[in-house]
């Protein structure tokens, strides 16, 4: 393959995104290396145990709190996970809608883990065979 077709090659798994609120426009969205997908799994994990961990004090409070208690999670964590999976700053949730935002969550998701799931799952079912072909 000639060099420059070997410079000019992109990750097929890259994926187009539109947003904004009143233009919209494209953004490129990347999936997550497996170092960084662990970073990224990381993050998810202590944010899910900081939140139930505060739940129990945050519950006794109004329902105020809770949604405070959640934006700061999102706004510390999503800038980051932002830097791992786009070229853009975080600022790009200024241009975002919620549903937007959902989406790309979901984007991130099936992006980085379910086909992933689903292929060690088949893994396993095929180890766990040749495991059993083995005992007989």
């Known amino acids: 393959m000639p060099e420059k077709e070997k410079k000019d090659r992109i990750n097929p798994q890259t994926t187009n995104i539109e947003i904004g609120t009143r233009s919209l426009r494209t953004i ?16 998810i994990t202590s ?6 961990k505060s739940r129990e004090e945050i519950e ?6 809770m ?4 934006i700061g999670l999102l706004r510390e964590n999503l800038a980051r996970i932002i830097k791992l999976i786009t ?15 959902v989406e790309l969550a979901k984007l ?5 883990y379910a086909e992933s799931l689903k292929n ?13 072909l083995k005992r007989q």
């Open 67 to 70: 949604v405070e208690f959640l």
């Open 120 to 132: 060690a799952q088949s893994l396993f079912e095929k180890i766990q065979q040749l495991f059993q």
């Open 108 to 112: 991130i998701y099936e992006m980085n």
């Open 28 to 43: 490129k969205v990347y999936p997550v290396s497996f170092g960084d997908q662990l970073e990224l799994t990381d993050l």
């Open 47 to 52: 944010t899910i145990q900081e939140f139930y």
């Open 87 to 101: 070229d853009e700053e975080e600022t790009v949730f200024k241009e975002m809608t919620n549903n937007q935002v």
């Open 60 to 65: 006794n409070k109004d329902d105020t709190a």
